[in-house]
């Protein structure tokens, strides 16, 4: 079930919202489909799973090249109207919403099929493209050809990290001093494939969080070594802060920690503390952080959300987008800018 959200257009069952969305799917794979069998993740956890339990969308065709994938996508979902090509699949199907689930390096010509077909609204996968110079092509072709392109940066439809930018705006513990973000995503990857593939998600929701942008960007590290680690110092809406992305860990961690003048948040996968300022029960005088323990997220939404804003701009071509391109854009500018400076150490 999706949760409402401020600034996120969820439609509400009215008289506009009679019709279902009509939602097609390119990229039947792990983010696509497969997680959804999952018994651990939150759900729904992928764009079929989210499509499917949205009381206003009508999951009407997937596609893939990989015809394995296709059978156990119809069984799966009870799809009849599968395809092994994008332009047969758009001609055929109509959607009103296509989401785009495939590998980076395919996105731009999957926008360039929705333009060609009249798609009005696209649910791109992260990262928006594998290089900054073909995701300033994939936003130049969404704009001429009026196809409105929302990314799945998926924090920004969190409850826990929107609560976080709350946090940061209203300042309950004050002004935020200092941030610190975290990223083991593989025990023998690279650290730059991380960068691009999952550091994409941590870049955005930062700059989500604080409407910052990053600037003075110091990077060092080895970023193709297997299991190698790297690291990025910069500043964001002016606040110091710090990036570590590294293999050569058995687990995964996603988070960032912020510092506050009267507190600290961490957020992250599968954790969410915020510790607030209190008279120190160890030292007489002092202060200390005491967690609060009332506060939890166990459901984010994240999702569910996605899909209900993406919906929104279906109803409402005027509706503003939570995570436009150029969101996706910036992020993995941000990416490239990291790994040059690295190689300028």
């Known amino acids: 079930m999706a949760i409402p959200l401020a600034g996120v257009s969820i439609p509400m069952k009215n008289q506009a919202s ?10 039947l794979g792990r983010i696509g489909s497969i997680l959804e069998e999952d018994p651990l993740r939150e759900k729904p956890a992928t764009h079929a799973g989210a499509i499917q339990a949205h009381p206003d969308c009508k999951l009407v065709a997937g596609c893939d090249r990989d015809g394995d994938r296709c059978a156990a996508f119809a069984v799966r979902w009870k799809v009849a109207a599968i395809y092994r090509d994008l332009r047969t699949m758009l001609g055929e199907s109509q959607p009103d919403l296509l989401h785009i689930a495939t590998p980076p390096e395919h996105h731009l010509e999957a926008v360039r099929c929705a333009v060609a077909q009249r798609v009005p609204v696209v649910v791109c996968e992260k990262p928006l ?7 300033m092509k994939l936003v130049s072709l969404a704009r001429r050809g009026g196809v409105r392109v929302m990314v799945n940066h998926e924090r920004r439809f969190c409850v826990d990290w929107r609560h976080v930018r709350s946090v940061i705006q209203e300042k309950p513990l004050g002004d935020l001093e200092s941030i610190r973000a975290t990223l083991y995503m593989g ?4 650290a730059g494939e991380m960068l691009l593939d999952d550091g994409t998600h941590l870049i955005d929701a930062l700059r989500f969080i604080t409407g910052g942008e990053f600037k003075r960007i110091r990077a060092w590290g080895d970023a193709r070594k297997r299991g190698g680690t790297l690291w990025a110092a910069f500043t964001l809406a002016g606040i110091p802060g710090v990036l570590e992305v590294g293999g050569g860990r058995d687990h995964f961690v996603f988070e960032a920690e912020l510092s506050f003048a009267r507190g600290r948040v961490r957020v992250g996968n599968g954790v969410f503390e915020q510790w607030e300022s209190r008279p120190s029960p160890h030292y007489r005088g002092a202060r200390s952080l005491a967690l609060r323990e ?3 997220f166990p459901v984010t939404g994240y999702f569910a959300n996605m899909v209900s804003a993406a919906v929104g701009l279906v109803r409402d071509p005027k509706a503003p987008i939570e995570s436009k391109a150029t969101d996706g854009l910036a992020a993995v500018s941000i990416i490239e800018k990291i790994l ?4 300028k150490t």
């Open 187 to 190: 025990e023998h990857r690279r």
């Open 18 to 27: 009679r019709e279902p969305v009509r939602c097609a799917l390119v990229g």
């Open 340 to 343: 040059g400076a690295i190689q």
């Open 294 to 296: 009332d506060l939890k």
């Open 129 to 135: 493209a594998p290089t900054r110079a073909e995701a």
